[in-house]
């Protein structure tokens, strides 16, 4: 078997005349890169000498609007919130039930208890919402979970409107109290249709 035949002169002046044009061409990226990330700028927050306030972050001029819609800013809260931002009603618990069912039971199930359709087809199962913890957590910490997601959940704020996030909330509120209401709780006409066999609304 021949071997190939030894390059021209010109030829390996021509292959090495195009190694140092890329490697030239690669430290010149590399160096753009590198004044492009130590490039003066103002992070978020950082004080400025440029403004007489000493602040960075500038606020919005007047009439601004808002991106979002300024009810749901108002829904959003923090975790340690006990309140609901609106009346829970009947409305809002059919509304939470639905929206339930579509994003929330895959996972924890129609009951609340962890055994969704993803456990059965061999997932890891969420905790139940009928243990302790989740039963005294704040409404916001549930609010919270849904918006920004938590361990292997996912977040929902793209797919679930904060209107329509608290309604989960409350829905889960309901769940946990069906679990561990007494008849006591009730109300003397629904313990009447309790006690004879009747439902109660």
């Not at 490697?23 to 003066?40: E, K, R, V, Y």
Request: glycine share 8%.
């Amino acid at each position: 078997m021949r071997s190939a035949p030894p390059l021209r002169l010109s030829e390996r002046m021509l292959w090495l005349t195009g190694v140092v044009a890329a490697l030239f061409m690669i430290s010149g990226c590399d160096h753009l890169h590198q004044d492009m990330g130590n490039q003066p700028k103002n992070k978020p927050l950082s004080p400025s000498d440029f403004f007489a306030d000493g602040r960075s972050v500038r606020t919005p001029v007047e009439n601004t609007v808002s991106r979002s819609s300024m009810d749901n800013d108002q829904l959003m809260v923090t975790k340690d919130s006990t309140n609901f931002p609106m009346p829970v009603n009947d409305a809002l618990l059919e509304r939470g039930q639905e929206r339930y069912r579509i994003f929330c039971s895959p996972c924890h199930g129609i009951q609340g208890d962890g055994n969704g359709m993803i456990v059965m087809r061999g997932m890891k199962r969420p905790p139940t919402y009928h243990q302790d913890r989740l039963r005294q957590a704040p409404n916001g910490y549930i609010y919270d979970v849904i918006t920004n997601g938590f361990g292997q959940m996912y977040n929902y704020a793209a797919q679930v409107p904060p209107r329509d996030r608290w309604a989960i909330v409350a829905y889960v509120r309901a769940l946990q109290l069906s679990r561990n209401a007494r008849a006591a709780d009730l109300p003397a006409e629904d313990r009447e249709k309790l006690n004879s066999g009747g439902t109660t609304k």
